[in-house]
């Protein structure tokens, strides 16, 4: 049996950030033999990682990754938005997001790829963080743009550290234009869908099924307001276009200058370049939506986390 000494405490930590504490227990336990030490701390994660996993995992970030003509982004959550300024976090976040590039949008073939510099997959380096930090941490979604000609556009909105944040958008933007001339009018585009919300393109891409449960929406408002029917439809007809301009990128108010239509900016743009400039997709991704929170006081979310 190697003897436990405080250098070789020291070479464990070093190699996998686990606690001071956790590696003297895991060199005891392996009868000093350091590869073992490892082994055995791995598995203390997993487990940790098991136990954790049940807890909800809302805070977090959004980070962002960009190369010639696509881009990825990707959500990491965690328990507390304590964790997302802890550095070792955030360069998960950020690597992540790189690895991304190559794996399509699938969040499978993500957490199966290999993380750089660390013999583990994404997945496995997520449970080792899971076992570093202490909280439930899951890699919830990633999506993947593309363009054969044109750019991608991406924002990161009040970035907790470079490339990452609690909301990110990209965008992609068609066009034979040189790359550059494109650069600044796809980012001011993600600025303008992270401010805006759209929710799709155009009015043919929105969800058929939203634009119906509007349309009966409205029937029965302008019903109510004691409307005949001979003009019921001409009311629908106009008030969609208002909702429209609400919830469709290029029927939106351009965030610029508060003035003009996207479409408008668009067609502008497309003027200036001598070529077609269009908008052939964006994903915006806000922090923890869609997640139901816990209720907690504040006293019984310190006593949990004591307890954990």
């Given at each position: 049996m190697a003897q436990i000494t405080a250098a070789l405490v020291k070479q464990l930590r070093d190699k996998t950030g686990a606690g001071m504490m956790d590696c003297k227990k895991a060199l005891?336990?392996?009868g000093g033999e350091l590869e073992a030490a490892v082994d055995w701390l791995r598995k203390?994660?997993?487990?940790?990682?098991?136990?954790?996993?049940?807890r909800t995992a809302a805070e977090g970030l959004i980070g962002v990754a960009t190369a010639p003509g696509r881009a990825a982004m990707v959500e990491i959550n965690a328990e507390t938005d304590f964790v997302a300024r802890n550095a070792d976090f955030q360069a998960v976040v950020r690597e992540v997001a790189r690895i991304a590039l190559d794996c399509d949008g699938d969040v499978e073939r993500l957490s199966a790829s290999s993380y750089p510099g660390s013999g583990r997959t994404v997945a496995e380096e997520i449970t080792n963080l899971v076992a570093t930090i202490g909280e439930n941490i899951q890699l919830r979604r990633t999506v993947v743009l593309s363009?054969?000609?044109?750019?991608?556009?991406?924002?990161?909105?009040?970035?907790?550290?470079?490339?990452?944040?609690?909301?990110?958008?990209?965008?992609?933007?068609?066009?034979?234009?040189?790359?550059?001339?494109?650069?600044?009018?796809?980012?001011e585009l993600a600025m303008h869908i992270a401010a805006s919300s759209p929710q799709a393109v155009s009015p043919?891409?929105?969800?058929?099924?939203?634009?119906?449960?509007?349309?009966a929406v409205l029937a029965e408002q302008a019903r109510a307001e004691g409307k005949p029917e001979k003009i019921i439809e001409k009311m629908i007809e106009g008030r969609l276009r208002k909702f429209f301009e609400e919830v469709v990128l290029l029927?939106?108010?351009?965030?610029?200058?508060?003035?003009t239509r996207v479409k408008a900016v668009l067609e502008q743009l497309s003027g200036t370049l001598g070529t077609s400039v269009a908008v052939n997709g964006f994903v915006r991704y806000q922090l923890g939506e869609g997640i139901e929170r816990e209720s907690k006081d504040f006293a019984a979310e310190v006593a949990a986390q004591l307890g954990s």
């Open positions: 005891t336990e392996t203390s994660g997993l487990a940790q990682a098991q136990r954790k996993a049940g363009t054969p000609a044109g750019v991608v556009g991406d924002y990161i909105h009040m970035p907790t550290a470079d490339g990452v944040g609690r909301l990110g958008v990209l965008v992609a933007v068609e066009s034979e234009a040189p790359a550059d001339s494109l650069e600044r009018p796809a980012h043919d891409s929105l969800d058929q099924a939203m634009v119906e449960r509007e349309r029927e939106q108010t351009w965030v610029i200058d508060g003035e």
